[in-house]
């Protein structure tokens, strides 16, 4: 029978072993989780990520991936990080605001209109979205897309009167997006994402944004089968980890690390931007039907989405940051 010096030797050990951050610990993995179902493009730039950052490291430094929010939702995601429980998380612009709404001014509908407007924005505040972030004690890994946001609805929505008619998907989060969903005349009701589903089918949901790409991957465009053909905002996706767990990574790793999690983005932002029309082709030999919106209509949801924006900048991303991106949206539209 053991000592009791040994025994209690073997306690501490066990003890400071639970203390020290993943990387620091021999074996023990960092623990990755993302809405993204096995098999799409987000999924698959994790995958690539953590294979070379297992090569890079000589098996030194793993990442376990918990894919199709079997972890939960993006807010949930953002909170066992935030607890230790996990110790990355691949989210959107969604989950970002969890920790720090600045990046969500992307997300303000029909405020930035293509996706080379996108790229000159994030170009010039990428430094200051990292940042804050890093103020928070969180380190991004990469930025990239998951897509341009559509409205897609049960039944036919094209004028902006029709909103009225129909329950939206709202994420859960700052209640100022809710503000900003009524400003616009949308009607939005919280759910979890990964309770949508569930939520069409019982009628709680007749409608959501989201990209064409997520409407195919999650299959709720099944349920709700109509999709108004007006870009709606882009969807910024990001891979963050814990800083203390990026810090107890050997300092030799980290170049090598953060160049192959940026090239796993800056590849899986490439596929999106190619596979995100494509995807609703898919859909329509399933069922979906696009809408065309008239010039007129155009004009009005254009309006009725400008009134979303003071919600947005006076009660989630603050005005300074809104207006440094309204700022470099008129250079980049006024260039000959």
């Given at each position: 029978m053991p000592s009791l010096p040994l025994r209690l030797a073997a306690f501490l050990a066990l003890c400071l072993s639970l203390l020290l951050p993943p990387a620091a610990q021999a074996g023990v993995t960092v623990k990755l989780a993302t809405l993204a179902p096995e098999g799409t493009i987000w999924y698959r730039a994790v995958r690539t990520m953590a294979d070379r950052w297992a090569e890079i490291s000589g098996g030194e430094v793993k990442i376990k991936i918990y894919p199709g929010g079997v972890v939960g939702n993006e807010t949930a995601v953002v909170r066992k990080m935030r607890i230790g429980q996990l110790?990355?998380?691949?989210?959107?612009?969604?989950g970002l605001a969890d920790i720090e709404t600045s990046a969500m001014v992307t997300q303000s509908p029909m405020f930035i209109h293509s996706y080379a407007e996108l790229d000159y924005v994030m170009e010039r505040m990428r430094d200051t979205f990292e940042q804050r972030l890093k103020d928070k004690d969180?380190?991004?890994l990469n930025?990239?897309?998951?897509?341009?946001?559509?409205?897609?609805?049960k039944g036919k929505m094209i004028h902006p009167e029709d909103a009225a008619k129909f329950k939206i998907f709202a994420f859960e989060g700052d209640p100022s997006i809710i503000?900003?969903?009524?400003?616009?005349?949308?009607?939005?009701?919280?759910?979890?994402?990964?309770?949508?589903l569930p939520s069409l089918q019982s009628g709680l949901l007749t409608g959501f944004p989201t990209t064409p790409l997520a409407a195919l991957s999650q299959q709720w465009f099944a349920l709700a089968p109509n999709m108004m053909d007006l870009p709606w905002a882009?969807?910024?996706?990001?891979?963050?980890?814990r800083k203390d767990v990026w810090e107890s990574i050997p300092e030799k790793f980290h170049q090598d690390f953060m160049q192959a999690a940026?090239?796993?983005?800056?590849?899986?932002?490439r596929e999106v931007r190619r596979q995100d029309r494509k995807a609703i082709k898919v859909m329509q030999k399933y069922g979906l039907t696009v809408h065309p919106v008239p010039q007129e209509s155009k004009r009005g949801w254009q309006e009725a989405a400008s009134r979303a924006w003071p919600a947005i900048r006076e009660k989630?991303?603050?005005?300074e940051i809104?207006?440094?991106?309204?700022?470099?949206?008129q250079e980049f539209r006024s260039r000959p």
């Amino acid at each position: 029978m053991p000592s009791l010096p040994l025994r209690l030797a073997a306690f501490l050990a066990l003890c400071l072993s639970l203390l020290l951050p993943p990387a620091a610990q021999a074996g023990v993995t960092v623990k990755l989780a993302t809405l993204a179902p096995e098999g799409t493009i987000w999924y698959r730039a994790v995958r690539t990520m953590a294979d070379r950052w297992a090569e890079i490291s000589g098996g030194e430094v793993k990442i376990k991936i918990y894919p199709g929010g079997v972890v939960g939702n993006e807010t949930a995601v953002v909170r066992k990080m935030r607890i230790g429980q996990l110790h990355a998380g691949a989210v959107t612009s969604v989950g970002l605001a969890d920790i720090e709404t600045s990046a969500m001014v992307t997300q303000s509908p029909m405020f930035i209109h293509s996706y080379a407007e996108l790229d000159y924005v994030m170009e010039r505040m990428r430094d200051t979205f990292e940042q804050r972030l890093k103020d928070k004690d969180f380190i991004v890994l990469n930025w990239s897309d998951a897509g341009w946001m559509h409205l897609f609805t049960k039944g036919k929505m094209i004028h902006p009167e029709d909103a009225a008619k129909f329950k939206i998907f709202a994420f859960e989060g700052d209640p100022s997006i809710i503000d900003a969903y009524k400003a616009t005349g949308l009607q939005p009701v919280v759910v979890a994402a990964t309770d949508v589903l569930p939520s069409l089918q019982s009628g709680l949901l007749t409608g959501f944004p989201t990209t064409p790409l997520a409407a195919l991957s999650q299959q709720w465009f099944a349920l709700a089968p109509n999709m108004m053909d007006l870009p709606w905002a882009p969807l910024l996706a990001a891979t963050i980890i814990r800083k203390d767990v990026w810090e107890s990574i050997p300092e030799k790793f980290h170049q090598d690390f953060m160049q192959a999690a940026r090239e796993a983005g800056l590849e899986a932002r490439r596929e999106v931007r190619r596979q995100d029309r494509k995807a609703i082709k898919v859909m329509q030999k399933y069922g979906l039907t696009v809408h065309p919106v008239p010039q007129e209509s155009k004009r009005g949801w254009q309006e009725a989405a400008s009134r979303a924006w003071p919600a947005i900048r006076e009660k989630l991303v603050g005005d300074e940051i809104f207006k440094q991106v309204e700022g470099h949206l008129q250079e980049f539209r006024s260039r000959p």
